[in-house]
């Protein structure tokens, strides 16, 4: 039994963050643009393009950072290749040892990686500090994984007179990461750990938005002694960087988190020279609140995941659906809930609601809350540009709308503190509803009866179906989408994970003829 009131559940805050000097220093280095990094040397590109990280609360220009073309990405495809004669063959052992070795160097620079998380990706001290902790988690686990799970040759069957066959497991080769920026050290760990444990040599595509954590964890892969082009991060636009390494056949498989466009068309493009893939995108998650709930409590804590990371996180609850005899305090309760949140620079102490990440987004969600209006949304709270005093971000207002069955004014993932709630009949309305939406990421039901909550939360479309909880994420359960949410592939954060990262042969063996 719970015994949080509500006036406990709160969103998601900063502390006051004041920027280390080795994040200061490592980003001035020493008055050059940082480069790629490739085969264990920063690389500055031939393109002779630079781009800049900025602080989206501020403005500031954290970094000017080399944006890597068509000859860096074959570069890197190059001394991964090379690289990975060596490391596929290394002891797991050995592996496991640099994992750990790596994972203490994040540790002992925590303060740099926070600075990455909050200065350049523009998230509170209060989300920055949990995504910090996964990257032991995520090493931990997939090392667990890797010794359990048998690379190489499987137990041999007879399959004829004298032949027998077997199947071999091995990892793919070189692997690349396409990495959004909502959250770079998160999803940089979920996928750097499973994809050299298993034996790939791996290339980092780091948003440009946020490509100092994955820079900075390269620098210190390369002090725990990973060798020179295991780990490699080409930095750059979509439509460059990552478009050549889409198209690059020696990559043999892409692990991929984005929107769901973006998934679609550089799957398109894999499939055209046989590069494997697998895909995390998009959401646009709904919440359902039974009759039995206590409207104040459970609309404090779906706001609590409205606003997580200012609503640019991909299972963020976009679309409630409350049941009519509770709506009422419901919808006042969330309203209040999304009115008193904190507008300010994600550093400064008891921000709740920062700056959006860059001007596109800015533009899109504006557009989308004009959307929302035309398409017949009633106004609770109508968003807009916010000023906050003395910075320079994108700032924008939470909005929340109500809304009835059958008006559609919620179709697309709407990237801020966005929701609409729609007052229905019953729980099975409810889930029609929910279900109608092409994503298919998380979903939740909200009740004090645990076993209506279950039955419900499984005919959720969604690969994650949570009662009483929201964007929940645990090692050994996968995390993945369904419809154009996700795949192929089975998901992050499981056994089947790590054999994404491995490619399965048959051998068939029979005696010599004759
Ligand atoms: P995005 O799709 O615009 O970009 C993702 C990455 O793809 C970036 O590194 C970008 O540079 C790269 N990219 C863009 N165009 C490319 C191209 N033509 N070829 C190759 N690479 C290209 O997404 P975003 O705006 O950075 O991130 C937000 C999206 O990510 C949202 O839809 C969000 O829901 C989703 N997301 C999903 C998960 C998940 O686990 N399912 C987690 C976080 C974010
Ligand atoms: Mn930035």
């Not at 805050?13 to 040397?41: H, M, Q, R, V, Y």
């Not at 640019?312 to 969330?334: E, G, W």
């Not at 503190?417 to 019953?426: G, H, L, M, R």
């Not at 994503?439 to 645990?450: E, M, R």
Request: glycine letters at 12%; hydrophobic letters at 35%; a negative charge.
């Amino acid at each position: 039994m719970s015994t949080a009131t509500s006036e406990s559940i709160q969103a998601f805050t900063a502390a006051a963050f004041s920027t280390p000097d080795k994040f200061t220093e490592f980003c001035a280095n020493g008055g050059k643009p940082l480069g790629g990094i490739i085969g264990g040397k920063s690389v500055s590109g031939s393109m002779n393009a630079t781009f800049q990280s900025t602080d989206p609360g501020s403005q500031e220009v954290l970094a000017t950072v080399c944006e890597m073309g068509e000859a860096e990405v074959a570069a890197a495809v190059d001394v991964a290749q090379k690289a990975f004669a060596s490391w596929k063959d290394t002891p797991l052992e050995d592996r496991i040892a640099l994992v750990n070795k790596l994972v203490q160097l994040c540790d002992r620079d925590r303060d740099v990686l926070l600075a990455c998380e909050i200065r350049d990706g523009g998230k509170v001290s209060e989300l920055a500090e949990g995504d910090f902790t996964q990257i032991r988690e995520c090493a931990e686990y997939f090392s667990s994984v890797a010794q359990k799970i048998a690379m190489g040759d499987g137990a041999a069957m007879k399959v004829g007179d004298g032949v027998k066959g077997y199947t071999y497991r091995e990892p793919w080769g070189v692997v690349a990461g396409i990495i959004p920026w909502n959250y770079p050290i998160v999803l940089t760990s979920w996928f750097i750990f499973p994809a050299l444990l298993s034996g790939n040599t791996i290339i980092i595509k780091p948003a440009e938005d946020t490509p100092l954590s994955a820079l900075y964890i390269a620098n210190l892969a390369a002090e725990a002694g990973f060798p020179p082009g295991v780990i490699n991060v080409v930095p750059g636009r979509g439509e460059i960087t990552g478009q050549c390494i889409a198209e690059h056949p020696g990559v043999r498989y892409i692990s991929f988190t984005g929107s769901p466009g973006i998934g679609q068309h550089i799957l398109r493009i894999c499939d055209r020279h046989g590069t494997r893939m697998k895909r995390e995108m998009g959401g646009n998650g709904s919440a359902i609140v039974l009759d039995d709930a206590d409207p104040e409590l459970v609309a404090r804590t779906v706001g609590r995941y409205v606003n997580q990371h200012f609503g640019q996180t991909c299972c963020t609850i976009h679309r409630v659906y409350v049941d009519k005899k509770i709506a009422d305090p419901f919808i006042d309760a969330q309203k209040a809930f999304m009115e008193d949140l904190t507008i300010g620079y994600q550093a400064d102490e008891g921000t709740q609601l920062g700056a959006v990440v860059n001007p596109t987004q800015q533009r899109r969600i504006l557009q989308a809350q004009s959307e929302t209006v035309s398409r017949g949304g009633e106004v609770l709270l109508s968003g807009g540009v916010a000023e906050v005093s003395g910075r320079d971000g994108f700032y924008i207002k939470p909005a929340l709308y109500r809304t009835e069955p059958g008006v559609d004014c919620n179709p697309k993932e709407v990237f801020h503190t966005f929701a609409t709630v729609c007052p229905v009949d019953s729980a099975e309305q409810a889930l029609q509803l929910a279900n109608s939406s092409p994503y298919g990421l998380g979903a939740s039901v909200w009740t004090p009866d645990l076993d209506r909550g279950v039955a419900l939360a499984k005919q959720f479309r969604d690969g994650t179906c949570q009662v009483n909880c929201h964007n929940s994420v645990a090692y050994g359960l996968p995390y993945g989408g369904q419809g154009i949410s996700g795949g192929p592939g089975g998901g992050v954060n499981c056994e089947d994970t790590f054999l994404d990262y491995t490619q399965v042969k048959a051998v068939y063996v029979a005696d010599y003829p004759g």
